[in-house]
């Protein structure tokens, strides 16, 4: 069974920019989460989505928003983009909403934002 | 305030000799525990997850870790540690009203010496 594929792998923007990464979960799995990973504060929660509706949302600004699709698929979208929104995001899939089952992460897209 | 405290920073263990990562939480409600592993580059790999029942879980990889509800910690175990076993590792804590929003320590670098 094939794994969380994110795409793409690397990204290069410029401030004030906006991007969008995609994430496919892990076949039969419907939540898909998303993480931003950075140096200086870890791995933070940004949002879950189940059933193509945002679940529960971390403690980030506006900026950052997702949805997804009734095939389970997932987009996150970052606008106006700063120094600071450099870093490594990942997603994450589960079969059922929660962590339950467990969280399964994709290998993440780098973003750098110059 | 819900907190992951992983206390080494950094652990040097020479190859074949037993491991021992700690983890300390501050969760208000019953807590789910997981370890993850990340290697240079890469997504979270799922280790093992504690959710009820058995105190002591196994993994993958050879690893087990104790759930101790009285010392708040879940600390993760290696008897054997191989130079491949070379990574991040990562403690997780969250809970069923959390859904998918996992708090993450800060890591444990684990270097494997020959």
Not at chain 1, 86 to 106: D, I, N, T, V
């Amino acid at each position: 069974k094939a794994g969380v594929t994110q795409t793409p792998r690397y990204l290069i923007k410029t401030r004030g920019q906006q991007v969008t990464l995609s994430c496919s979960p892990i076949s039969g799995h419907r939540s898909v989460s998303w993480y931003q990973q950075t140096p200086g504060q870890g791995l933070q929660f940004l949002f879950e989505y189940f059933s193509e509706t945002q679940r529960n949302k971390g403690n980030f600004p506006g900026r950052f928003s997702g949805r997804q699709f009734s095939n389970s698929r997932s987009e996150m979208n970052v606008s106006t983009l700063e120094l600071g929104d450099s870093a490594l995001y990942l997603c994450a899939s589960s079969f059922e909403q929660g962590a339950s089952q467990g969280l399964f992460f994709g290998s993440g897209t780098q973003l750098s934002v110059l | 305030a819900q907190s992951v405290t992983q206390p080494d920073i950094h652990i040097t263990v020479s190859e074949g000799a037993s491991l021992e990562l700690r983890c300390n939480y501050s969760y208000g409600a019953t807590p789910y525990l997981f370890w993850y592993v990340q290697s240079p580059g890469q997504g979270l790999q799922l280790l093992l997850k504690y959710f009820s029942g058995d105190t002591l879980v196994q993994g993958i990889k050879g690893f087990e870790a104790e759930f101790k509800r009285s010392q708040s910690s879940f600390n993760l175990r290696k008897p054997s540690v191989h130079w491949s076993d070379a990574a991040e590792y990562f403690c997780a804590v969250g809970a069923i009203q959390a859904g998918t929003a996992l708090i993450f320590g800060k890591g444990t670098t684990l270097s494997v010496s020959s």
